[in-house]
């Protein structure tokens, strides 16, 4: 069992990039439509910019704001499928027998973006890149609670899960539409006034037949966040992760 | 600038993803590496890759002589002519 305080947070989507939109969305979830679409992360020159994948861009995009720049501290990464566009890229030279691109296969590891973030943003403290399953979400979270644990003022979480190449389109059924969520996980920013929400996450077996959210889990704790505190489930396989407001 | 040098200018932003340059703003004499464009390591290799594959020309990895052809845009123009040249012969 642990708890967690969500001091902030930030999101993006194709076209819901703002607290606003993101309220509209979580009162009416819909798959927005998407055409590669990504943040400019305008807030770093374009020397800097330019090996940033389209999900690296959409990670620093939602993570940037939620660390002071006099902070140090640990990041979680989070995603499921990770980057299947550079992975589909890569494999396709393979396949024709092309030499490799130096860059994409040096930023084809899962925790290339956990790099990236360390580099540009200056961060010291440790990261961690994991893949779960369908609940990589509630993983990331422990993962965070775990640091918190070690004595981390506050933890950055970021899950980002990018709509896949054609090809894979059988296998991966769980990105309706490309997203990234970031997560400040314990104290607030200073000065920050943002209200924070407390939530009471237990991992309980399960035994009967998986139930599915209509949304990825990520998504659907950010529609959490906007209704009024009240306790719901995720399951997956035989995982059931109960959420609870803390109030 | 000659025609070479203009398209090697052109294929190191392409293949560099130089999203805020044009291929003039290369100037051929401008260092590639440093203080001047600031490419680095990572871009060297990209760079060469993206050499062989355009002009069909060879460049051993362990050239001693690599640091200078990749100095410029001018230096990369010659040595791409001397490639061809041998090649051809």
Same mark, same amino acid.
């Given at each position: 069992?642990?708890? /967690?305080? $969500?001091? @902030? +947070?930030?999101?993006?989507?194709?076209?819901?990039?703002?607290?606003?939109?993101? !309220? &509209?969305?979580?009162?009416?979830?819909?798959?927005?439509?998407?055409?590669?679409?990504?943040?400019?992360?305008?807030?770093?020159?374009?020397?800097?910019?330019?090996?940033?994948?389209?999900?690296?861009?959409?990670?620093?995009?939602?993570? +940037?704001? #939620?660390?002071?720049?006099?902070? !140090?501290?640990?990041?979680?990464?989070?995603?499921? =499928?990770?980057?299947?566009?550079?992975?589909?890229?890569?494999?396709?030279d393979?396949?024709d027998q092309q030499p490799l691109s130096p860059t994409q296969f040096? /930023?084809?590891? =899962?925790?290339?973006?956990?790099?990236?973030?360390? $580099? /540009?943003?200056? !961060?010291?403290?440790?990261?961690?890149?994991?893949?779960?399953?369908? @609940?990589?979400?509630? =993983?990331?979270?422990?993962?965070?609670?775990?640091?918190?644990?070690?004595? &981390?003022?506050?933890? $950055?979480?970021?899950?980002?899960?990018?709509?896949?190449?054609?090809?894979?389109?059988?296998?991966?059924? @769980?990105?309706?539409?490309?997203?990234?969520?970031?997560?400040?996980?314990?104290?607030?920013?200073?000065? @920050?006034?943002?209200?924070?929400?407390?939530?009471?996450?237990?991992?309980?077996?399960?035994?009967?037949?998986?139930?599915?959210?209509?949304?990825?889990?990520?998504?659907?704790?950010?529609?959490?966040? =906007?209704? &009024?505190?009240?306790?719901?489930?995720?399951?997956?396989?035989?995982? !059931?992760?109960?959420?609870?407001?803390? #109030? | 600038m000659t025609d070479l040098q203009l398209d090697i200018a052109q294929l190191i932003i392409d293949t560099l993803?130089?999203?805020?340059?044009?291929a003039?703003?290369i100037?051929p004499s401008?260092?590639l590496f440093?203080?001047?464009l600031?490419l680095?390591s990572i871009d060297a290799l990209e760079l060469a890759l993206a050499l062989q594959k355009r002009y069909e020309i060879q460049i051993a990895s362990d050239s001693r002589d690599a640091r200078q052809h990749f100095a410029t845009v001018a230096s990369l123009a010659a040595f791409v002519e001397a490639q061809r040249t041998a090649c051809a012969g």
């Amino acid at each position: 069992m642990i708890d /967690l305080r $969500i001091a @902030d +947070w930030r999101a993006w989507a194709p076209g819901l990039d703002s607290a606003q939109a993101w !309220q &509209a969305w979580a009162q009416a979830p819909c798959a927005p439509p998407e055409q590669g679409e990504q943040p400019d992360c305008a807030f770093l020159p374009p020397m800097q910019r330019r090996r940033l994948s389209r999900m690296a861009r959409m990670a620093l995009h939602v993570a +940037w704001p #939620l660390c002071g720049d006099d902070e !140090q501290l640990p990041l979680v990464f989070a995603s499921r =499928h990770g980057e299947t566009t550079r992975t589909y890229a890569i494999l396709g030279d393979v396949a024709d027998q092309q030499p490799l691109s130096p860059t994409q296969f040096g /930023l084809s590891v =899962h925790n290339a973006i956990a790099g990236q973030w360390s $580099i /540009l943003r200056g !961060q010291r403290a440790e990261s961690t890149a994991i893949a779960g399953e369908g @609940d990589t979400f509630e =993983h990331a979270l422990l993962e965070a609670a775990t640091l918190l644990d070690q004595g &981390a003022p506050a933890v $950055i979480v970021v899950i980002a899960e990018e709509r896949p190449p054609e090809a894979y389109e059988a296998w991966i059924d @769980d990105v309706p539409f490309s997203y990234a969520l970031a997560l400040r996980i314990g104290a607030s920013r200073m000065g @920050d006034a943002t209200p924070a929400s407390s939530w009471r996450l237990r991992l309980a077996g399960h035994a009967a037949v998986a139930s599915r959210s209509d949304w990825p889990f990520a998504l659907d704790f950010l529609r959490a966040l =906007h209704a &009024a505190p009240a306790p719901f489930v995720h399951t997956w396989k035989t995982r !059931q992760w109960i959420w609870q407001p803390n #109030l | 600038m000659t025609d070479l040098q203009l398209d090697i200018a052109q294929l190191i932003i392409d293949t560099l993803s130089l999203e805020d340059l044009a291929a003039s703003d290369i100037d051929p004499s401008m260092p590639l590496f440093g203080d001047g464009l600031g490419l680095d390591s990572i871009d060297a290799l990209e760079l060469a890759l993206a050499l062989q594959k355009r002009y069909e020309i060879q460049i051993a990895s362990d050239s001693r002589d690599a640091r200078q052809h990749f100095a410029t845009v001018a230096s990369l123009a010659a040595f791409v002519e001397a490639q061809r040249t041998a090649c051809a012969g």
